[in-house]
């Protein structure tokens, strides 16, 4: 099947962005056009890309499988362009604000690459809240950012959704009293009444993204616990303090080793993850070399 790049370009700029809209602007055409090429993909695909909502779209599973895709297939072409360029040179001081789930379990590999590529290069790195992230990079005390919360309009960053991450609803097998099971569905862990754990809500502007997690699943009240770190908040579930919705990323290895169990859920629970710079930055070297590696890093991971 031969694909017109044209249209994979436009259903990429729109799951980027998150909106036909904003995918239309991007692409500096009208939306009617952006909506029409999508909809021809999918049909040459037979697949439904996004799901429509009153605000923006969000991608089907088909979708994401067809956003890996075309992330990989962009990143190589941008990568083309930037290996003509004899004189772009990476070096320096730089530095990165992110999550502390994405220092953790994301950006290691990159760092670790991009310093063996570039042995001149020193990198800041600092960990900490959405939050903590906005106000580096409005301080110009890092250079780019990563994180999970999605933006306001007013907030003076822009912003690109780099890939989506996927995140698991756990639980410890201590609060079974000694049964022994592999998974439990949704139900059964409301009717068990256990804590739930989340980030600290004053540390937010909006609601968490686990929180939005919550509602979509009834989980309703507020959290009995809340923590800012991730790695924190694993440790106390897998102790038994009560459940919480945290990233695949954090929790598989425990899952697999029945360290925790995973909770079944209706819906399959994603987010995107955003690369952030403060508005009017100037993209570097270094930075466009960063969201090289960090694509290809996750292309490689499927």
Same mark, same amino acid.
């Given at each position: 099947?031969?694909?017109?790049?044209?249209?994979?370009?436009?259903?990429?700029?729109?799951?980027?962005?998150?909106?036909?809209?904003?995918?239309?602007?991007?692409?500096?055409?009208?939306?009617?056009?952006? /909506? @029409?090429?999508?909809?021809?993909?999918?049909?040459?695909?037979?697949?439904?890309?996004?799901?429509?909502?009153?605000?923006?779209?969000?991608?089907?599973?088909?979708?994401?499988?067809?956003?890996?895709?075309?992330?990989?297939?962009?990143?190589?072409?941008?990568?083309?362009? $930037?290996?003509? @360029?004899?004189?772009?040179?990476?070096?320096? @001081?730089?530095?990165?604000?992110?999550?502390?789930?994405?220092?953790?379990? /994301?950006?290691?590999?990159?760092?670790?690459?991009?310093?063996?590529?570039?042995? /001149?290069?020193?990198?800041?790195?600092? !960990?900490?809240?959405?939050?903590? !992230?906005?106000?580096?990079?409005?301080?110009?005390?890092?250079?780019?950012?990563?994180?999970?919360?999605?933006?306001?309009?007013?907030?003076?960053?822009?912003?690109?959704?780099?890939?989506?991450?996927?995140?698991?609803?756990? !639980?410890?097998? @201590?609060?079974?009293?000694?049964?022994?099971?592999?998974?439990?569905?949704?139900?059964?862990?409301?009717?068990?009444?256990?804590?739930?754990?989340?980030?600290?809500?004053?540390?937010?502007?909006?609601?968490?993204?686990?929180?939005?997690?919550?509602?979509?699943?009834?989980?309703?009240?507020?959290?009995?616990?809340?923590?800012?770190? $991730?790695?924190?908040?694993?440790?106390?579930?897998?102790?038994?303090?009560?459940?919480?919705?945290?990233?695949?990323?954090?929790?598989?290895?425990?899952?697999?080793?029945?360290?925790?169990?995973?909770?079944?859920?209706?819906?399959?629970?994603?987010?995107?993850?955003?690369?952030?710079?403060?508005?009017?930055? /100037?993209?570097?070297?270094?930075?466009?070399?960063?969201?090289?590696?960090?694509?290809?890093?996750?292309?490689?991971?499927?």
């Amino acid at each position: 099947m031969d694909i017109n790049l044209l249209k994979l370009r436009y259903f990429y700029e729109v799951a980027r962005l998150g909106s036909i809209s904003r995918g239309a602007q991007s692409l500096r055409i009208s939306q009617p056009s952006v /909506t @029409k090429m999508v909809r021809e993909l999918e049909e040459q695909l037979e697949v439904k890309l996004f799901d429509r909502k009153t605000r923006g779209v969000s991608l089907t599973e088909a979708g994401v499988r067809a956003y890996s895709h075309a992330s990989r297939i962009f990143a190589e072409v941008a990568e083309l362009g $930037h290996s003509m @360029k004899k004189d772009e040179k990476i070096g320096g @001081k730089w530095s990165i604000a992110l999550s502390d789930t994405l220092a953790i379990y /994301t950006i290691p590999s990159v760092i670790a690459k991009m310093q063996r590529d570039h042995p /001149t290069l020193k990198t800041e790195i600092i !960990v900490g809240t959405s939050t903590d !992230v906005k106000r580096e990079l409005l301080l110009d005390q890092a250079d780019c950012g990563l994180f999970f919360t999605p933006l306001s309009q007013d907030e003076p960053f822009d912003a690109q959704k780099i890939f989506e991450a996927e995140f698991w609803l756990v !639980v410890s097998p @201590k609060i079974l009293n000694g049964r022994t099971v592999k998974t439990l569905s949704l139900e059964q862990l409301k009717r068990l009444k256990l804590a739930r754990l989340e980030s600290r809500h004053s540390e937010y502007r909006a609601s968490t993204v686990a929180s939005l997690h919550s509602q979509k699943l009834g989980l309703t009240g507020a959290p009995k616990i809340q923590v800012n770190s $991730h790695e924190v908040k694993k440790q106390l579930v897998i102790e038994g303090a009560g459940y919480s919705i945290l990233t695949a990323l954090t929790v598989e290895k425990e899952v697999r080793s029945g360290a925790l169990i995973r909770v079944s859920t209706p819906v399959r629970l994603v987010s995107p993850v955003y690369f952030v710079v403060k508005k009017g930055r /100037t993209w570097t070297p270094t930075i466009r070399a960063f969201v090289r590696e960090l694509s290809a890093h996750l292309a490689a991971k499927g």
